[in-house]
């Protein structure tokens, strides 16, 4: 079945870090992958997507590339800020219905 | 803004009463989901919705019953509350098709007391 597993966090970076926010898959077929990003006592907000291999989705300075070969959807910024503090979601949508599946979240707290 | 509105922000209410959730989906998107968050168990898809009808089921309890109008929009209904149903309860929606993403509301943080 599609499954989609995120790293754990809470993750605390300094200011200007690089971050990385790991996250793989498990799908049959040919999915879309999407990062969303929850800022606190707000919904969900798509962050980036992309829908096929080697597809690299961005916005806001982050990045994430689609790699078939290691079923991975890696999200990175090279410099974070304070106002990126937030909780991260890597998913994929496949299967029959375009359903989605949701990783558990990655919480992001960027220190000054 | 996401374009999906969801009503009420904030609903308190007792154990064992029923309480209703709207939610409006974004102009054009004919598919629309349901989702609980809690602080323990992340996001819990609970039920999803195309044109009307019933697509795809999650971890949804017998006490919670949905559906979908003519009009699109949507209605989450939770009856016999319990403390452990106080969550926040998101809608999203979606053009329905492979690629489209999801859209979410706000959502509704309901508190059982």
């Known amino acids: 079945g599609n499954s989609v597993t995120q790293m754990e966090g809470p993750v605390t970076l300094s200011e200007e870090a690089f971050l990385t926010i790991n996250c793989t898959y498990t799908a049959t077929g040919y999915p879309s992958l999407f990062w969303y990003v929850q800022y606190p006592g707000e919904g969900l907000q798509l962050l980036l997507k992309a829908t096929k291999a080697d597809d690299k989705g961005s916005n806001k300075g982050f990045e994430a590339t689609y790699r078939k070969e290691t079923t991975s959807f890696h999200l990175e910024k090279g410099s974070v800020q304070v106002s990126d503090s937030a909780v991260y979601f890597c998913a994929l949508s496949g299967g029959t219905g375009n359903q989605f599946y949701f990783g558990t979240g990655t919480s992001l707290t960027v220190i000054p | 803004d996401s374009g999906v509105t969801q009503t009420p922000k904030h609903l308190i209410t007792a154990t064992g009463q029923r309480v209703t959730l709207r939610c409006s989906p974004r102009?054009?998107?004919?598919?629309v989901y349901w989702y609980q968050q809690s602080l323990d168990q992340g996001l819990q898809f609970l039920i999803q919705y195309y044109n009307g009808e019933e697509r795809a089921k999650g971890n949804i309890l017998e006490r919670f019953s949905a559906q979908q109008f003519p009009d699109l929009h949507s209605e989450l209904n939770l009856s016999s509350l319990e403390l452990g149903d106080s969550a926040l309860y998101f809608c999203?929606?979606?053009?329905?098709?492979?690629?489209?993403?999801?859209?979410f509301g706000n959502g509704t943080r309901l508190t059982v007391t």
């Open positions: 102009s054009g998107d004919l598919s």
């Open positions: 999203a929606s979606s053009a329905g098709q492979g690629w489209s993403p999801l859209h």
